[in-house]
């Protein structure tokens, strides 16, 4: 999501703002400067920084500080050593610093270039390797239903099995709610834990880290073992322009069930520790994506871009799916009778046996709510339209104007794939 940078004041000083990294800012090392645009002036005193190019997927920041820079100059980003970390600085870029790379390139459009070289690696690298969540809790019911956690003399040692059963709580369970229906507050509970923000905003432990010490442990298990190589084709790379896809349950691969079988733990534990793996790849990129570094919003237009694309597992008749998340905000000025004020937007796509896939597109802009509904199966398309009237009345008892609400048969289609994107390959 957009997120605003408050610098210190700094009197009449002007020429270089103190930031602190936010949200679509790539991963920087000290020594680097980013040649950056000045792409809007929000207010009178916060302006929005582009940088990263069409071709290398861009990002932005929004900074606040006493000195606004006229719109569509040049900037550099620059990382230097503070006493406590990293510290980022945004200075006006000399006039003649519009360089290419091959004739004197100035530093900063050479930093930018390198940054974006390494992000480029990652992201190859990880999109080689990501595959869904659905597959590694597959292996991971499997795995408990043949060695439980806290059982001693067990398949596995006990810091895989708890580290396994660790990750149950990460998974959203409509059944828990209240009247056991979903609701917000477990919806909302859910999210921060994949965070690890708890529900007083401190920070606990994020499903990055569970998975990360799961693969640890993992690891240490398998005696140096290699999993076989994946057969099955992984879901879409995560994205903020792509319509999202939801996860199906999975079923436990059957080399993980021979070696379940077989009471062969360490050849469970490296088939495990590859899922892990690819798991967290994938995570990883969705966090690229989010932060506007993986290209796939290129073109797409940008008010048709989200901020942020989260995979959460949920809970189906005792199985595992996965709902693919995106949440965007948008600063642009209210309808008319209104002042500027950020509205919402969230898409999100489920894929199970009882429903088929189907997407949903939801918008709030303040009280005004706007949603579009698509299912593949038409008889759920037309139980849900069956629905709207019920739906409808239950939002405008939460205060809500519910402008428009409708269902379509079908997915809508992606835009196209912009050049220079990540494809998945079967390894």
Do not use: C
């Not at 569509?72 to 290419?100: F, I, K």
């Not at 056991?180 to 999210?191: H, I």
Request: aromatic share 2%.
């Amino acid at each position: 999501m957009i997120s605003r940078v408050n610098s210190p004041s700094q009197g009449n000083q002007t020429g270089i703002v103190a930031v602190r990294p936010v949200s679509r800012v790539p991963m920087l090392n000290v020594g680097d400067a980013i040649a950056v645009r000045v792409a809007k002036h929000l207010t009178d005193n916060v302006m929005r920084l582009v940088g990263g190019g069409a071709g290398g997927g861009g990002f932005q920041l929004d900074v606040e500080g006493q000195e606004m820079l006229p719109l569509g100059s040049r900037a550099t980003l620059s990382v230097e050593r503070g006493p406590d970390g990293p510290r980022y600085q945004v200075s006006a870029a000399p006039q003649n610093a519009a360089q290419t790379p091959g004739q004197g390139a100035p530093a900063s459009a050479l930093g930018e270039t390198a940054a974006l070289a390494r992000i480029a690696s990652l992201a190859t690298s990880l999109a080689a390797r990501q595959d869904g969540l659905s597959p590694l809790y597959a292996g991971l019911a499997a795995t408990l239903a043949a060695a439980p956690a806290g059982v001693p003399g067990g398949l596995l040692p006990p810091a895989v099995t708890s580290a396994l059963a660790g990750l149950l709580g990460f998974r959203l369970d409509p059944t828990a709610g209240r009247d056991g229906r979903l609701d917000g507050p477990a919806l909302k509970a859910a999210l921060e834990g994949l965070t690890g923000r708890g529900a007083t905003g401190g920070t606990g432990t994020s499903l990055d880290d569970a998975l990360s010490e799961l693969l640890s442990v993992l690891k240490g298990a398998a005696g140096g073992r290699e999993a076989p190589a994946r057969q099955a084709t992984p879901p879409p790379l995560p994205g903020i322009s792509r319509h999202p896809r939801g996860e199906k349950p999975a079923r436990a691969s059957s080399e993980l069930v021979s070696a379940l079988l077989a009471r062969d733990g360490e050849e469970a534990a490296a088939i495990l520790a590859a899922k892990t793996d690819a798991a967290l790849a994938r995570l990883r990129l969705a966090s690229l994506a989010s932060r506007g570094l993986l290209a796939d919003g290129e073109g797409a237009g940008d008010a048709a871009l989200f901020d942020r694309t989260i995979d959460l597992p949920l809970v189906v008749g005792g199985q595992t799916s996965v709902i693919s998340l995106q949440i965007g905000r948008d600063d642009t000025p209210g309808h008319e009778g209104e002042g500027a004020h950020p509205a919402w937007r969230l898409r999100f796509a489920l894929d199970t046996e009882a429903t088929g896939a189907v997407e949903a597109l939801v918008g709030l802009d303040g009280p005004r709510l706007f949603a579009s509904l698509w299912a593949v199966r038409p008889d759920i398309a037309a139980d849900l339209r069956e629905r709207l009237p019920r739906l409808a009345a239950t939002l405008a008892e939460q205060g809500l104007e519910v402008v428009d609400l409708k269902v379509t048969g079908g997915l809508p289609d992606d835009p196209p794939t912009p050049s220079g994107q990540f494809v998945d390959v079967v390894s």
